[in-house]
């Protein structure tokens, strides 16, 4: 057999094995020479990896796990939620492949859904809930989602602190960090695979990068974790810091937690890879201070016009109608009370050349006392779909941004954990705006429950939820972006062609 033979066929073993079919057939005589449109099919298999939660006694976690139902997947497949494997030291076993007395295996999932479109939750509590690493396979992994939600009662760090748990990845940014005395920020690293992976993190202050070796090659440890304090990495304070987390070899899971001795605390997610126009969605209305942080990787300063799209259409700050960003320095903008009341988001536009920027905003809800900060990352689009998990009667509210072109989107409320039917709502929204809208609640809502947001027609449109505490005295909330869920996968069409066998 021909080498170009056996290349065909390992191509197209290799394309069953990404998305479970592949198509091969004849070209008739009229169709031979037309290309068709790349198909887009569900993924098979996605990894997520969840930090672990708190370091406080009094921190309680529940993990809420959800796939959308997604037209095409496979009726089978599986998904697990576990904590990150270790060995003995004496025996060199995984713990996960040590059995009990029973013959069971030991170590349970923390989370284990049961189907498609139905979520699930598990719970911990304490300090010592580890990194937890999940993968789901067949028709449980397109748009799979994972949200950590952790309560800390008392101390630095106290409030609602969420995050959705990441895929792996290689390259990761945190504008909005820092090492200032009121703050304990730490950056976690986890690793899904059975290798080692080797991390460098740098950081960035408002002189640029600051002096370190202690961040250079770093050993996360198969299907393990690291939580490094940033204050060791550099003994400079900055108010405002950018993190960047390099993966050398392997790969990673990457998150910031960020706690504050005044204004409790919350993960800061990864920002969206640096690009000239960014959109931060869903500042909360009621926000009484809001904390504008970006950052340049090139070698050329960044000029930025900053707006706000407000239901009514975008605005400009008083005061903060540009910003310019130094190149390698970071930077951070006090914007006060920029939404006033109403919903917000920050559009940022360059006023000239295109330089590529990461950003973030520090939100802070609440007076005196009872003060709460969160994160928003600068973030892409929902795109054909997105899925946020964990939401709740009457603690959440959905954010939608149309930063250009109007858009109509689908929102579909799921079943409960506990019990109820889906609900679907529809929402128009304008160019240039931003609208908090009543978000569709399951029938008969028992426990929590999923939103997934699909774009209909229109422009791009970028989403926000928050969540806020149960406790109304309190200012407590989280806030997550909605970014495409990356459920399909573009696949090209192949057709079979005899005339290799030929060459």
């Given at each position: ?380 689009p929902v795109g054909a779909r997105a899925t946020v998990a964990d939401n709740r009667a009457k603690s959440t509210t959905l954010s939608l941004t149309a930063p250009g072109k109007g ?97």
């Amino acid at each position: 057999m021909k080498r170009t033979t056996l290349s065909l066929f390992a191509g197209a073993t290799a394309l069953a094995a990404v998305t479970g079919f592949a198509a091969v057939s004849t070209p008739d005589a009229t169709g031979a020479d037309t290309a068709r449109p790349a198909a887009r099919l569900p993924v098979e298999r996605t990894s997520l990896l969840c930090p672990a939660p708190s370091t406080s006694d009094l921190a309680e976690t529940s993990y809420t796990s959800f796939t959308p139902v997604t037209k095409g997947a496979d009726e089978k497949g599986e998904a697990a939620l576990t904590a990150g494997a270790t060995k003995d030291e004496k025996t060199g076993e995984k713990s996960e492949e040590k059995q009990d007395e029973k013959g069971e295996k030991a170590e349970k999932p923390v989370v284990q859904p049961k189907a498609p479109g139905t979520p699930v939750t598990g719970e911990t509590s304490g300090a010592g809930t580890p990194a937890l690493v999940g993968t789901a396979e067949g028709g449980y992994a397109p748009g799979w989602t994972v949200q950590q939600t952790t309560e800390v009662a008392a101390g630095t760090g106290r409030g609602l602190q969420g995050v959705n748990c990441t895929a792996p990845d290689t390259d990761f940014w945190f504008p909005g960090a820092s090492t200032a005395t009121s703050r304990t920020d730490y950056v976690h690293l986890t690793n899904p695979d059975d290798s080692a992976a080797v991390v460098d993190i740098e950081l960035y202050g408002k002189d640029g990068a600051l002096k370190s070796t202690v961040g250079e090659g770093i050993t996360v440890p198969p299907r393990g974790s690291e939580s490094l304090l940033l204050s060791t990495l550099s003994d400079e304070e900055q108010t405002d810091l950018t993190v960047h987390v390099g993966v050398r070899s392997g790969r990673v899971g990457a998150a910031v937690q960020a706690l504050d001795d005044k204004t409790g605390g919350d993960w800061l997610s990864a920002a969206a890879d640096p690009a000239s126009d960014l959109v931060l969605p869903g500042i909360p209305k009621d926000a009484t201070a809001v904390r504008l942080v970006l950052f340049t990787p090139g070698g050329t300063d960044a000029d930025l016009k900053v707006r706000l799209a407000s239901p009514s259409g975008l605005i400009t700050p008083a005061g903060h109608e540009t910003v310019r960003v130094k190149a390698g320095m970071t930077t951070g903008v006090d914007l006060g009370e920029v939404t006033r009341g109403e919903a917000g988001s920050l559009v940022l536009t360059p006023t000239s050349g295109s330089v590529p920027v990461v950003a973030a905003v520090r939100v802070v809800r609440g007076k005196g006392g009872e003060q709460e900060s969160a994160f928003i990352p600068a973030s892409d689009p929902v795109g054909a779909r997105a899925t946020v998990a964990d939401n709740r009667a009457k603690s959440t509210t959905l954010s939608l941004t149309a930063p250009g072109k109007g858009a109509k989107v689908k929102v579909t409320a799921s079943a409960g954990t506990e019990g109820g039917t889906t609900a679907t709502k529809t929402y128009t929204v304008k160019g240039g705006t931003t609208q908090d809208v009543e978000a569709p609640v399951p029938a008969g809502l028992k426990g929590t429950y999923a939103l997934t947001v699909e774009t209909v027609s229109g422009g791009p449109l970028h989403a926000s939820r928050t969540l806020t505490g149960q406790d109304d005295d309190v200012a407590s909330f989280t806030v997550q972006t909605l970014p495409d869920d990356r459920g399909t996968v573009s696949v090209p069409n192949a057709d079979q062609d005899l005339s290799v066998l030929q060459r």
